[in-house]
């Protein structure tokens, strides 16, 4: 096999895995623009951004830099559709069973930021629905004494890296654009951080998620509070007691009661 097979079979698997998650968008029909996408996608010599089409990429703008947006899960919607069709990290496009956009109430106060999908989530497309999310739900039920519906959940990359190794500095980079617009549209008031990754992306900054958390931060207007990401408590237990606290100086932000804890 030649280097143009290569090639052309690389295109044929992107074009069918990409047709695919847009199948899974409920996508039924593809904009002509949609070709730039693709082209995109095609090795090159540095491997770029896909452009959003301009049809769908114009809608969005509008809906939420002019606040003329039908409504908050409008403007999720059209973000959702452009994330199911992107191939900016061409291993990651490769290799997910579907994207993983984010889940809850598109108008909470309180996002919940987490890094990236696991095999759960990637076969799911739910965000945090493994021993993580169990995590996860509880502390939003038993720490918080609220319901996972009252929050919005999402990650720093809608794509699972194989082997649920950490995102790339360029991958994330590459998604960054989309979790700015999910948060621009709902514009919560409080944002939990999961983890360095979140922390750190959200944040821009190297610092460490031990020296992050204990403060509150602010994103855009929102205040934002650090804690572990569940996957580190569920290795490290003894950690729980941290997030414990950061969860209690998040509840003080909210003015929301610590409800009491039974299972300590
Ligand atoms: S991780 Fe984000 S930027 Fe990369 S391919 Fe997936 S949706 Fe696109």
Partial sequence: MDETDTSIDRIK??????????????????????ATAIEASSPQPKPTTAEPTRAV???????????????????????QKEV???????????SRTQTVFGVGDPKAK????????????????????GRAGKMLNDI???????????????????????????????ESANCREFFERQLEIINPKFICCLGTVAAQNLLETNIAVGKLRGK???????KVVVTYHPSYLLRNPSAKKFTWDDIQLLLGEMGLPVPERTDR
């Fill in 140 to 170: 939003i039920q038993k720490g918080m004494g609220l319901e996972r519906s009252d929050v919005y959940i999402l990650n720093v990359l809608k794509c699972r890296p194989p082997g649920n190794r950490n995102p790339s500095p360029e």
């Fill in 84 to 94: 199911a069709a992107c191939t900016r990290c061409e291993e990651l496009a490769c």
């Fill in 110 to 129: 309180l996002c919940f930021f987490g890094e990236a999908p696991g095999a759960d989530e990637d076969r799911l497309g739910e965000p945090f629905v």
């Fill in 216 to 222: 509150v931060h602010e994103y855009r207007g929102a």
């Fill in 57 to 79: 990429k114009q809608e969005s703008t509008d809906d939420m830099k002019t606040g003329r947006s039908k409504d908050k899960a409008t403007g999720l919607a059209v973000v």
């Fill in 13 to 34: 698997r992107i074009v069918v895995q990409r047709l695919e998650s847009l199948g899974r968008a409920g996508v039924t029909q593809l904009p002509r623009r949609a």
